[in-house]
């Protein structure tokens, strides 16, 4: 479960990190007199709200209030927004990156800072990847004080902020470890003539956890229509920020398709798993989530048939006949008939993943 970032914030404040002086409104009007600058930042759960005109800044009242009703007329990336947090703006020097993440490969939560903060973490990484320092953590110790200052120091603070940076970091690992949490970032982390200061918050809370945290799940207001039609037809589907749809059966299949794609130097727009057994009507239904989300340019549809039929896949998408640009891959049961119904049809199928991912970068609108 994504938390807005409100949300995040107080637990980032309970748990002793320095956060920026916020307050939250519904209405315009709620906009409190300003003695200095503020920023208005959209209450949604998305990735780069910033790009997407969510957060606005303003030196004034009268100017809040105008910027304000301008973010409650907007949708961000498909989300309404229903919240606005008013925060003062900070005096900026430099901007960090602090967080933790699950890592599957190593099987336990890692600590991650770098220097580049502000953008995002993965650019961070394909553009200067010897400025991120990453650390796992021992699930049973924990983060240790050592640990979080020798990676404080392999980024090259120095200092007050080295030991700052060092504790926000050992708040950050119990705060994640209290809640569940998979992620938890401070994106920027900024220097200050005051000291280090959170002027942004993330925290995602495992769903399997959810029964033993006082978060409620409500639908409204963390999940975007796509989801929750997804959730009605019983499909697993997580928004992305990219354009090219990924629709597969099996989690496995679905996130090796992303990267796929990603190689090909393009950026998914959704992760979409029909699931096994899926039908015509799962891959209408799919399709049909699909069409909910702008700025779709083209689709790949990745079908592996094991209990599976290809053809029962094939009819949904010739019955459906999605809008976009389409590139199939097929494999396993009744694969020659699906094929040869979709070719039929005027369909563009192939033969191997990395074919179909280079082919749904190509054809994009």
Known sequence: MKLQEYQAAEIFEDYGIPVADSYLIEDPEQVKEVDEP????????????GKAGGILFAKDREEAVEKARELFNKE??????EKILVAEQAEIEDEYYVGMVMDREKKRPTLIMTTEGGMNIEEVADEYPDKIAKKP???????????????????????EELSQMAKIAQKLAEAFDDFDSELAEINPLVST?????????????????????????SESKLVTDREKKAREYDLAYVDLEGDIAIVGCGAGLVM?????????GGEPACFLDLGGGADADDTKHALEIIDMKEGVNSIYLNIFGGITQCDKI??????????????????????????????????????GMDEGAEKAVEIKE
């Open 76 to 81: 961000i990336r498909g989300l309404e927004v």
């Open 137 to 159: 953590i021992d699930p049973v110790m924990g983060l240790r004080g050592y640990e979080a200052l020798h990676l404080a120091d392999s980024i090259g603070l120095e200092g």
């Open 314 to 351: 094939a009819q949904g998408i010739i019955d459906y006949e999605p809008t976009k640009p389409t590139v199939i891959r097929m494999l396993g049961t009744n694969e020659e008939e699906g094929k040869r119904m979709l070719r039929e049809a005027g369909y563009d199928v192939v033969d």
């Open 193 to 217: 003539p005051d000291g280090l200061l959170a002027i942004d918050a993330v925290f995602n809370i495992d769903d399997n956890a959810l029964y033993r945290q006082d978060f409620e799940k």
């Open 38 to 49: 503020v920023v208005l930042k959209a209450q949604v759960t998305v990735g780069k709200r």
């Open 256 to 264: 090796a398709t992303l990267d796929s794609v990603a190689e090909f």
